[in-house]
């Protein structure tokens, strides 16, 4: 099993371009999530989705769009680049043990920079 | 205030050392998480708790609901422990995490 993958591992963006991230998980999760990682800060989720075809708001979900057209792949979609969303980007998915206590699985991230 | 805060922000330790990293969070959760994250980026979830204490081979988890702490115990410390720990709880009834900005843990031989 591959666990949770993301591509691309490593892009470099013109302010103004677009782009989308893809997240697959092979372990049939249900719950599945976005997150960027800025030096010193925290985690913090952009999107999120608990199952096929639905979607919600994290805490930083401006300038991203999200889809999740199939259960094993969750895409991060960037419109129209900022610098300011120069950032690791993470993946991770979790089983449904219980709503809110469910163990996350990461994917390597994606390191994104915006000139 | 961030709701969950670790501490110390850095630690430097020598080989075989007993290291505790803290955690203190201010709302009501229903489960807390350490993960920990390598110099190559990569992020590994170690521990799952909603209560008492938990054992992994040399790395012990504890949590005080009463108190809102938790703290992260490592024993006979070795310098491929070193790395960020990030410590992170579900809210109330929440699937989403909230996290800490993490532990910058660094083991000298």
């Known amino acids: 099993n591959a666990g949770v993958t993301q591509t691309p591992k490593f892009r470099v963006l013109k302010t103004g371009q677009s782009m989308t991230l893809l997240c697959a998980q092979d372990m049939n999760h249900e719950y599945m999530y976005w997150y960027r990682q800025d030096p010193g800060m925290g985690l913090r989720l952009i999107h999120y989705?608990?199952?096929?075809?639905?979607?919600a708001k994290g805490e930083v979900p401006d300038g991203y769009n999200v889809s999740r057209l199939k259960k094993q792949n969750f895409l991060l979609g960037l419109e129209s680049a900022a610098p300011s969303q120069t950032s690791v980007y993470f993946c991770?998915?979790?089983?449904?043990?219980?709503?809110?206590?469910?163990?996350?699985?990461f994917g390597p991230g994606t390191r994104l920079t915006v000139l | 205030k961030n709701e969950v805060e670790q501490s110390p922000q850095n630690l430097t330790a020598q080989e075989g050392e007993f290291i505790t990293i803290n955690c203190s969070y201010s709302?009501?959760?229903?489960?807390l998480h350490w993960l920990q994250q390598h110099p190559g980026g990569g992020i590994v979830s170690l521990f799952m708790?909603?209560?008492g204490k938990k054992k992994h081979g040399r790395l012990i988890a504890t949590i005080n609901i009463q108190e809102k702490h938790s703290s992260l115990h490592i024993t006979a410390s070795h310098p491929r422990d070193s790395a960020v720990y990030i410590c992170?709880?579900?809210?109330?009834?929440?699937?989403?995490?909230?996290f800490g900005k993490g532990t910058k843990l660094t083991v000298n031989p």
């Open positions: 991770a998915s979790s089983y449904l043990l219980r709503v809110s206590y469910n163990e996350q699985f």
């Open positions: 989705s608990v199952g096929e075809g639905t979607t």
């Open positions: 709302v009501g959760i229903s489960a």
């Open positions: 992170a709880v579900n809210q109330g009834g929440s699937e989403k995490l909230v």
């Open positions: 708790l909603s209560s």
